[in-house]
């Protein structure tokens, strides 16, 4: 199994932790890709330390200035991930889980289905299957 | 090419790579590799790391396993051309401390600050300029003020990657197509620092802020041309701005010939070979490591304990009045070898830092002790931070082997580190003796003193400091199967050397007089430790010039083993207002020696104000010409009862100006006897002995006799050392104050300290009120986390709450309670058997 | 089961609304029933800068055909409006229906028209999302969240309407604030002098409006105190 989780803040070691800790399965392959609005993810990496505390193994690939959702789609196809798990930043006034460009992207892609869960601090995309 | 052509090669070069580097950047990738940034892949590499017991996840050693031949040979290639950099850059010091001596060093590491080879030299700083770069990691170096091909950093700060801040290192990193893939360094011990008082490592200071100067982790050049600001600014904080320039161009020198064999390397056999050696040098190192404790000790709890003392009490030109007291080290030690091979060290019951320079940083502590460990369970080339990865520290919070305080003074952490890993010879001989790895088991290393230092106006009229590396020779501990090495080495340097003395004349206004192996001075045993030596200076043709001392003085830091004797303690021995000139001019004899301090010989050659002192500190004192200063450097502790040691042994002391013949008998029980006074042998004592085997015969079993008469239970012992205790009538103020500190900073080994004794409770050690006050001052001090890069390594030293990380086992665990008496190393490692 | 909000520009009764002359702030589509044909039925909630007169709107509101205009009791702003309008002036609300999501709330504010639904997932969420965008050119999801139950559809609303017409601005206000902070759990997740300094009245001005909110309410149930 292979897990994407896309990074666009720093801050968001609760979502990485609710990912790590009750989507992937232990010894599931990890990409963290970091979107140009996070320089960098080393003070999470420390922080959560996602084999020692979860058991994943994982790389951390950044995502190039200027991509756009179809660099994304490429990536989960070329890797086959199972999933794509994006952190929830912000809730709208309603308590939902705000949508921001780049998960609406994805969310109405036509390249890529599956099931789609709303966690307390991320939002899964799982059972992914892509289309041509 | 000429070497302007290979400058300006290599700055367009430069450029080139920064543009690369510059274009990955503004796509939002790092420099790390594969568009990580460096913190990110640092990160990475120790949560991998910890997670898999494995260095960066490595279980496999693909490239060793595959064509181990081609592996040797690259890594061969690359430690080749690390000790290459530095015997042709040490050329170019004006420094008889790194051009006579060698105290430099270069090493080669990862991306993330790991040290894959190291060059020889003072092979501390295997991990200091690891710490260095790690922290330059962890404060976003790479946004801030960057991190670019081309670029010059230097640091000394302690609290960041060093062992005190006159060894001021060079960083710089290499780049491939983008891509940072290694860091060099080098790093080298200069003469001043532009401390409160002249020399390397001054001892007046109460706090750092008399330290010199510090530089913490900076960029000083880019395009690997110096900034001028850097330029403009370090010579104007030391006494010796020339001696610095050219020590900062060795350093680049070497640094510079390491990187070009870096690119040469990835030019013939490809970046990835490179990065895959890297990774595998290193989790290689980690197993060899291992591997070679699980061959050579048993699991199991090794404790003891070292001191040292630290006397000022009395003290001229100390910078603050309520530092002019005296401190005693107190360093118990544990270590805890699992059956897995992990090793921890742990200084639990440490007592406080005090307003000294022998404070030390977790970087100190942590360079020093590896140092020691890469001469006993590493002694090959496959010195890197594989090691590093095999063991963990605990150094108290607040104590003087951690500090974390704005105030510590550290530029001589040495005197307390070298001090404190004195029992860490012991746990891993006593390991040694028990698996039958006899050949390599030691008594101890030499105290790495004298120190002679001191500057003011010399005999060129100008501005000058000297700090004598005389020191990098000493005598070394005596081994189980032969004597110790005398005047061999220092511990932080086994390439050390004395120097020639006509090269240090070059530098110091003090010629000498004599220099001769010391008698006496290696601690007596069955294995003798080796003699140190001494050099006898004057002074001539100075102004205002100051000079002083530094080591150990009442207290031997090394106890010897196995019924070995320590070394020799330490003394201070001055002569000012001589009349040296008149004995020159009227050619009488004067003292070129001071062989028997008991004797008076030195008294009776020369008139003047003689201070002759059991101690080994002092602060600056002015000197003039013709003054005269001894210069004694320490030998190394013995091994196993002296009354085993082969009587011929003995003789052969004598003739070798180890051992005074009237010491022959009092400590060895062998009697000789003089046949002739003028032969000479290869020593300065004179004269001709012969051995009375009969007689010897005879003295020895008398001596049995003697022991087996005033020998006495434990038991007995124990009631009457304990009656000290609880009464504290006759114990000094000083030792009192060391107790009470240590039980202050630590209710592990205070309660440890009170069932051990057998004391109530509540019980502490009366002290003075300025012994007292003393203590208050420095607890109430307060901490500021001054260690502040957050590595996995660092977690481990800090993580101090109200238990300790590292399990403390003087009061609730014994070796009993490891695995039990049949238990041998398991096999839940699967270390390479390839060290 | 996925809640979603969306929003798209302005449109068919919405805009119209928006395009009188009178300053709109929000409309609210309350409940829709099928007439027959392409026509439907609408009740919206409208709401108004400033009061404005039942004669003025009804004159503003020609082009629709207008069935009733009631203003609420105590808030002068809001008028209840029943109208007859072609489906396609309910488009959103259509299409929503016609591809099976559950329409929750369609309020048109801020030159556009937020929508509430429910969809069963993801691919059903693309179709929905498809077909809105297909008619209405660019949808902007805001946010989703999964549920289990579908709640309450649009037009179940029915005590909400009641109720908060009988409440002023200023009272709506207090009363959110301090159920939205936990004034009304047990037990209680924060305290009055916390909720007055949220809003930043004082303590007495707090409790007076809460207190007249029972009292309004109680009205609501009982009927006028005698």
């Avoid at chain 2, 000012?576 to 008149?582: A, G, V, W």
């Avoid at chain 2, 003295?699 to 006495?712: D, G, K, V």
């Avoid at chain 2, 900073?745 to 003393?774: C, H, I, N, V």
């Amino acid at each position: 199994m292979t897990t994407i989780i896309i990074i666009k803040s720093v801050e968001h070691h609760a979502s990485v932790r609710e990912i790590l800790g009750s989507v992937v399965d232990d010894g599931e392959r990890v990409y963290f890709l970091r979107l140009p609005t996070v320089r960098c993810l080393g003070p999470l990496i420390q922080e959560v330390n996602p084999m020692i505390n979860y058991g994943v193994d994982y790389t951390i690939t950044p995502l190039p200035e200027g991509y756009d959702v179809s660099t994304l789609v490429e990536f989960a196809t070329e890797f086959d991930a199972n999933r794509i798990c994006i952190g929830i930043s912000d809730r709208t006034l309603t308590g939902k889980a705000r949508i921001d460009d780049l998960t609406q992207s994805i969310l109405l892609h036509d390249d890529i289905s599956g099931d789609f869960v709303v966690g307390e601090h991320a939002i899964i995309l799982e059972e992914l299957e892509y289309g041509d | 090419m000429s070497p302007s052509d290979r400058a300006d090669d290599r700055r367009t070069e430069a450029r080139r790579e920064k543009e690369a580097v510059r274009e990955k950047r503004r796509r939002g990738e790092g420099i790390g590799w594969n568009g990580r940034t460096l913190r990110e892949q640092l990160a990475e590499l120790e949560d991998k790391t910890e997670a898999t017991d494995h260095y960066c996840g490595l279980s496999e050693l693909e490239l060793k396993n595959e064509d181990p031949i081609r592996y040797e040979q690259l890594y061969a290639r690359l430690r080749g051309d690390l000790v290459t950099a530095r015997e042709t850059s040490k050329e170019v010091s004006a420094t008889p401390i790194v051009e006579q001596e060698g105290e430099l060093c270069y090493g080669l590491f990862t991306p993330e600050g790991d040290s894959i080879a190291v060059s020889t030299g003072i092979i501390v700083h295997v991990h200091t300029m690891s710490e260095a770069i790690k922290f330059m990691i962890n404060h976003d170096y790479e946004e801030s003020p960057g991190i670019e091909p081309g670029d010059i950093f230097v640091n000394n700060d302690p609290h960041v990657g060093d062992v005190h801040p006159c060894d001021l290192m060079t960083i710089i990193p290499i780049f491939h197509e983008g891509e940072l893939i290694a860091w060099v360094g080098g790093v080298n011990h200069v003469i001043d620092t532009g401390a409160i008082g002249p020399g390397s490592m001054n001892v007046s200071q109460a706090s750092r802020f008399g330290d010199g100067a510090y530089y913490t982790a900076r960029k000083i050049g880019e395009n690997f041309d110096l900034y001028n600001s850097w330029k403009k600014e370090y010579p104007a904080k030391t006494r010796t701005p020339d001696f610095l320039k050219l020590d900062e161009r060795t350093r680049m020198t070497g640094c510079l010939m390491i990187r070009h064999s870096v690119k040469e390397m990835i030019a013939e056999h490809g970046v990835e070979t490179f990065k895959q050696l890297s990774r595998e040098a290193v989790e290689d190192g980690r197993r060899g490591f291992r591997s070679r404790i699980k061959k050579t000790m048993l699991p199991g709890t090794y404790r003891g304990a070292s001191f040292v003392d630290a006397l000022y009490e009395g003290q001229e030109n100390v910078t603050r009045e309520y530092a002019q007291e005296n401190h005693i080290m107190h360093a118990p030690s544990e270590l805890h070898i699992r059956e897995d091979g992990t090793f921890q060290v742990s200084f639990e019951g440490a007592n406080k830092w005090g307003w000294h320079p022998f404070n030390c940083t977790p970087a100190a502590i942590q360079g020093g002790i590896w140092v020691m460990l890469t001469q006993t369970v590493i002694p090959n080339e496959l010195v890197n931070d594989g090691a590093y990865y095999a063991c963990d520290f605990h150094l108290p919070v607040g104590s003087w082997a951690n500090t974390q305080n704005t105030e510590t003074a550290h530029a001589y952490a040495w005197h307390f580190l070298v001090s404190a890993w004195a029992p860490l010879w012991q746990h891993l001989s006593r390991g040694y003796f028990a698996r039958g790895f006899w050949e390599e088991i030691n008594a101890g290393n030499a105290n790495t003193s004298n120190w002679l230092q001191g500057g003011g106006i010399d005999q060129f009229d100008k501005l000058h400091a000297v700090n004598s590396f005389e020191s990098a020779c000493e005598g070394v501990g005596a081994r189980y199967v032969e004597d110790g090495e005398p005047h061999a080495s220092a511990v932080w340097n086994p390439e050390g050397d004395m120097g020639d003395a006509e090269a240090w004349e070059t530098v110091e206004p003090l010629p000498f007089l004599g220099r001769a192996v010391k008698p006496n001075t290696g601690g007596v045993g069955r294995r003798a430790g080796g003699a140190g030596f001494e050099s006898m200076r004057t002074v001539k043709d100075v102004s205002r010039w100051l000079l002083y001392e530094m080591g150990n003085g009442y207290m031997t830091s090394d106890g010897g083993l196995f019924g070995g004797y320590p070394a020799a303690s330490g003394y201070i021995l001055n002569a000012r207002n001589t009349d040296l000139e008149e004995r020159f001019e009227n050619r009488d004899d004067y003292p070129q020696h001071d062989l028997d301090p008991e004797s008076g010989d030195f008294e009776s050659k020369i008139d003047g104000d003689v201070t002759r002192r059991p101690e080994g500190i002092s602060t600056p004192k002015e000197f003039d010409d013709y003054d005269m200063y001894l210069n004694y450097l320490r030998g190394g502790s013995g091994l196993g009862d002296p009354l085993e040691r082969d009587p011929e042994d003995v003789l052969a002391d004598i003739h070798d100006g180890y051992v005074l013949p009237r010491h022959a008998e009092d400590a060895y029980g062998v009697i000789v006897e003089k046949v002739d006074d003028e032969a000479r042998h290869n020593s300065a004592v004179q004269g001709e002995w012969e051995l009375d085997a009969d007689a010897t015969e005879q003295l020895r079993e008398e001596r049995m006799r003697e022991r087996a008469e005033t020998a006495q239970p434990v038991s007995e012992w124990y009631a009457e050392e304990r009656e000290r205790i609880r009464n504290g009538d006759d114990l000094i103020d000083d030792v009192k104050k060391t107790y009470e500190s240590s039980m202050r900073m630590s209710t592990q080994f205070a309660t440890f300290f009170r069932d051990f004794w057998e004391l109530p409770d509540e019980f502490g050690f009366d002290l003075s009120k300025k012994a007292q006050k003393s203590l208050d001052n420095r607890f109430d001090s307060g901490l500021r986390p001054m260690w502040d890069s957050p590595t996995r390594g660092h977690k481990t030293w800090l993580d101090v709450g109200d238990e300790p990380y590292v399990p403390y086992t003087w009061t609730d665990r014994s070796i009993r309670d490891l695995s039990g008496p049949e238990s041998t190393f398991g096999d839940r490692e699967q270390a390479a058997d390839d060290d | 089961m996925l809640r979603i909000e969306f929003q798209v520009k302005l449109a068919g009764i919405s805009s119209h609304l928006f395009d009188i002359d009178e300053p709109v702030k929000s409309i609210e589509i309350d409940n829709a029933l099928p007439v027959s044909g392409d026509m439907v039925f609408l009740f919206l909630s409208v709401k108004f800068d400033s009061e404005v007169t039942v004669d003025r709107l009804s004159e503003e509101l020609s082009s629709i055909e207008v069935v009733d205009v009631t203003q609420a009791e105590l808030n002068p702003q809001i008028y209840y409006l029943g109208v007859m309008a072609q489906l396609s002036d309910a488009s959103v609300l259509s299409l929503l229906t016609e591809n099976q999501a559950i329409p929750h709330r369609i309020v048109g504010k801020n030159a556009h028209l937020e929508v509430m639904a429910s969809v069963r997932d993801w691919n059903h969420l693309k179709e929905v999302a498809d077909a809105i965008e297909t008619e209405h050119g660019s949808l902007e999801l805001l946010g989703t969240t999964q549920t289990d139950s579908i709640g309450f559809p649009l037009g179940s609303n029915k005590l909400k309407q009641s109720m908060s017409g009988k409440l002023s601005e200023e009272q709506l206000d207090v009363l959110e604030t301090a159920y939205r902070m936990g004034y009304f759990k047990v037990p209680q997740e924060v305290t009055a002098e916390e909720i007055a300094s949220e809003l930043d009245i004082s303590r007495s001005t707090l409790s007076a409006r809460l207190r007249r909110v029972e009292h309004n309410f109680c009205a609501l149930l009982f009927g006028p105190q005698e």
